[in-house]
């Protein structure tokens, strides 16, 4: 279990691979913890890959979480 500190809501992580099963479970502890995300996907338009994201952020986080499209392709 991964303990995450509480936080004022300013400030922000940014999370590689966030639409994968383990980033994803980040992005959800980090909202709730009351951080700003900015989730990191190979494709932002891609809705099959970011639809349970947006889920997560519902309820009060929706203003917390961005997506950036990227990777870390070929490391």
């Given amino acids: ?3 995450v500190q509480p936080n004022d809501g300013k400030s922000i992580v940014a999370i ?18 009351g951080y700003h995300v900015r989730a ?3 494709n ?18 929706e203003d917390r979480l961005t ?3 990227g990777g870390l392709y070929g490391l």
């Fill in 44 to 61: 932002t338009e891609d809705d099959a890959k970011t639809a349970h994201l947006k889920k997560m952020a519902e309820g009060g986080s």
């Fill in 16 to 33: 590689t691979g966030a639409s994968g099963f383990i980033g994803s479970w980040v992005v959800k502890k980090m909202l709730d913890a």
């Fill in 1 to 3: 279990m991964v303990c």
């Fill in 67 to 69: 997506f950036f499209s």
């Fill in 40 to 42: 990191v996907v190979r």
